[in-house]
């Protein structure tokens, strides 16, 4: 079954507004990473948090983690229409693959 | 560099039909995976691969092969096609960070 359950499953905001994600896990994790995937494409990395990292920083993103809720949350801040996208949670526990949510699907009106 | 190369792009099969999809990728990663996308479902995983020689099932590996005889190569083959496998299909190939092919739109009728 699917590791990583994003929340909310879409979400529409205007642009300059800040946008929030969820991702929650079951299981120990080695590390936890952010996909972007536009309509009809492939994924696309943002951004990897090590499981002794608290918080992470790229560019307009900040990503949190909290191995005792089995809880992560990406920012994305002052969001542009070009950060239409859905947003993917993949956990990685060190032994096989990547496990991906079932994403969240991000509206960002101009 | 070309990072993951996967085709074809599109796909429409009968059912019953077999066929390969390629990926092919050129970062020496040892890990690779398929995934197949389906709407409210996000990316399920059908098999992957830790190195040459070495493969293993994922969460949806029903009527689907692999093999890994390269570390570059990692085809996903469909045995006899059928509607429950039209999907989106993405292969991926694993360092630090997963880097995807562009992905198959395949249609089983």
């Known amino acids: 079954s699917q590791q990583g359950e994003e929340d909310p499953q879409a979400l529409s905001i205007q642009e300059g507004e800040n946008a929030t994600m969820n991702c929650s896990y079951k299981?120990?994790?080695?590390?936890l990473q952010w996909y972007r995937q536009n309509s009809g494409r492939g994924l696309v990395h943002l951004i990897l948090?090590?499981?002794?990292?608290r918080e992470k920083h790229s560019g307009r993103l900040r990503v949190t983690l909290d191995t005792s809720k089995k809880s992560s949350s990406l920012l994305i801040t002052a969001s542009r229409a070009a950060d239409t996208a859905s947003y993917f949670c993949?956990?990685?526990?060190?032994?096989?693959?990547?496990?991906f949510g079932k994403g969240t699907m991000l509206l960002v009106s101009p | 560099n070309a990072g993951v190369t996967q085709t074809p792009k599109f796909q429409v099969l009968k059912t019953g039909q077999s066929m390969t999809l390629q990926c092919a990728q050129d970062?020496?990663?040892?890990?690779m995976s398929w995934y197949r996308q389906d709407p409210g479902m996000g990316l399920r995983l059908i098999h992957y691969?830790?190195?040459?020689?070495?493969?293993d099932q994922g969460e949806v590996p029903n009527g689907y092969n692999v093999s890994r005889s390269t570390t570059e190569d990692f085809p996903l083959r469909l045995l006899s096609a059928a509607p429950s496998q039209t999907s989106v299909y993405f292969c991926?190939?694993?360092?630090?960070?997963?880097?995807f092919g562009q992905g198959t739109r395949l249609t089983v009728v």
């Open positions: 299981t120990s994790i080695n590390n």
């Open positions: 691969s830790v190195g040459a020689g070495i493969t």
């Open positions: 970062m020496n990663h040892e890990y």
């Open positions: 993949a956990t990685d526990d060190g032994y096989s693959t990547l496990t």
């Open positions: 948090i090590r499981s002794n990292e």
């Open positions: 991926a190939s694993i360092g630090t960070e997963a880097f």
